[in-house]
């Protein structure tokens, strides 16, 4: 249908409803078995009275696909190669009938998006983007771990873009102002308590803010000025005493008793009805900017919930952790899709290199430095082999089992940073550090394939890679 009705299939943007998990190459496959199985009265994961809505389309399409098979066979037999009008005609209707019992067939078996969901969840898209963009500005993120895809990343930017939703950017997608059923399916069971969360962190300094966030970025509540922790995060937190890093911390509430960790976010006398300013805070302390608020004997009340800012601080860490590690778990397909999106705007595009000068190329090669485990490198057979055309000997394949970590950069092999070999020496690679694909005539391959940064360099000739 591609090559002969390109231009008039039937639209499939409604497949941007479905669980990403459903989304495999074999689809349409399970869709023709299904018809098949309807047909023959089997109601496969389904109620029967779905089931038998669905019998008259999955008959439809199994009488379309009948014709086509008869029409295909007449016109290979007369004509081969050729589309005439007919053929279009019934592969036409045959994608029509597919598509419309695909989407049927889908939305009875599982809950599907509508388009306000998907509306929705690319406002969360947006701001997720937008966390991004402020973590790396404050120096929380580096463009690097965007770019080496690192795991911890998938529990940081849903815990930073609680804080942005609720303080930064409070009209956004995680605006409390609207009802539960008007925010979107990924937050919505959270609406009670990302009211607390928002009132509790109305009332933090910036100081207090920034080490909050400090530590959902490190996964657990760290001292700002220890050794281990950097330069840029002692410098984030300039209400704090290097001589007494928790001094900031230690900042004692108006009462001294500590409630117990389930009541800490739930107590309706400061929590329920909130105010709309700020609490008192430590001298030194400044603020958080943009929520125009002043203070109130709420806030007040609500700080003197806590034996201290540490207190207050694990708190707000544990329940912030808390409904974020949950959309990892209830809501695990959404938001590994949203993360996709996410990392494909902010992550940096790799841009063409610059084809080096013909006159050029020899000293390149001359000046590239030498890899110890290449076995192009190793062996002056080998490299002076892999420059004539006659050559189809393919390098052996490293194993997928016995490499843990990029050959090149060394970072470990995780489920975002995938394995790659190189076509050319067969060593196992990165994304970032196999970025190229050229045509290997010495082996055979008249079509771009990936190679890695040493081998593009080094070992392959001018004429190759401009192809």
Not at 73 to 81: D, K, V, Y
Not at 315 to 334: E, K, M, P, R, Y
Request: charged share 20%; aromatic share 6%.
């Amino acid at each position: 249908m591609e090559e002969c009705i390109p231009t008039q299939r039937h639209s499939r943007d409604y497949l941007v409803k479905f669980p990403e998990e459903l989304l495999v190459d074999n689809l349409g496959n399970h869709m023709l078995f299904a018809a098949e199985c309807l047909l023959a009265g089997t109601f496969l994961e389904l109620e029967e009275t779905d089931g038998a809505q669905l019998r008259p389309q999955a008959r439809n399409l199994l009488c379309s696909l009948e014709l086509v098979r008869t029409v295909l066979r007449e016109q290979s037999l007369s004509h081969p190669g050729s589309y005439p009008e007919p053929v279009r005609a019934v592969l036409i209707q045959f994608d029509r009938l597919f598509a419309e019992f695909e989407l049927s067939y889908v939305s009875s078996l599982m809950a599907v998006k509508s388009p306000e969901e998907i509306y929705r969840q690319q406002e969360i898209i947006v701001l997720f983007c937008e966390t991004v963009e402020r973590a790396l500005r404050l120096g929380y993120l580096t463009q690097d771990m965007i770019d080496g895809y690192e795991p911890l990343l998938m529990f940081t930017i849903p815990r930073l873009a609680i804080i942005s939703g609720l303080l930064i950017y409070p009209e956004g997608p995680l605006s409390l102002e609207q009802s539960p059923e008007q925010m979107s399916r990924v937050f919505s069971p959270f609406y009670n308590l990302l009211k607390k969360i928002r009132d509790l962190l109305r009332v933090l300094s910036a100081e207090e803010l920034c080490l909050l966030e400090r530590s959902l970025c490190t996964a657990e509540l760290e001292d700002p000025c220890s050794p281990a922790t950097p330069p840029a995060w002692r410098a984030a937190v300039p209400g704090a005493d290097p001589s007494n890093p928790w001094g900031l911390l230690k900042f004692p509430c108006a009462t001294p008793s500590r409630p117990t960790c389930t009541m800490q976010l739930g107590l309706p006398s400061a929590m329920d009805n909130p105010g709309t300013g700020w609490s008192p805070l430590p001298p030194g302390s400044s603020p958080v900017m943009g929520l125009n608020a002043t203070p109130d004997a709420c806030h007040w009340e609500l700080r003197s919930c806590y034996s201290s800012t540490k207190d207050m601080l694990h708190t707000l860490f544990v329940c912030i952790s808390g409904v974020a590690d949950q959309l990892q778990t209830n809501f695990a397909s959404d938001l590994r899709s949203i993360l996709k999106t996410v990392f494909k705007v902010v992550a940096s595009q790799v841009e063409p290199s610059e084809e080096p000068k013909e006159e050029d190329s020899d000293l390149c090669v001359a000046d590239a430095s030498r890899v110890a485990d290449c076995p192009l490198c190793s062996s002056t057979m080998e490299a002076a082999g892999l420059q004539r055309a006659d050559t189809h000997r393919l390098p052996e394949w490293v194993p997928d089992s016995t490499c843990s970590q990029c050959s090149a950069c060394r970072s470990p092999f995780t489920l975002l940073r995938r394995r790659h070999h190189c076509r050319s020496c067969g060593k196992i690679f990165c994304a970032r550090c196999s970025p190229h694909a050229v045509v290997l005539p010495h082996y055979g391959q008249t079509k771009p394939v990936r190679v890695c940064m040493h081998c593009y360099a080094v070992h392959l000739l001018p004429t190759p890679r401009r192809q």
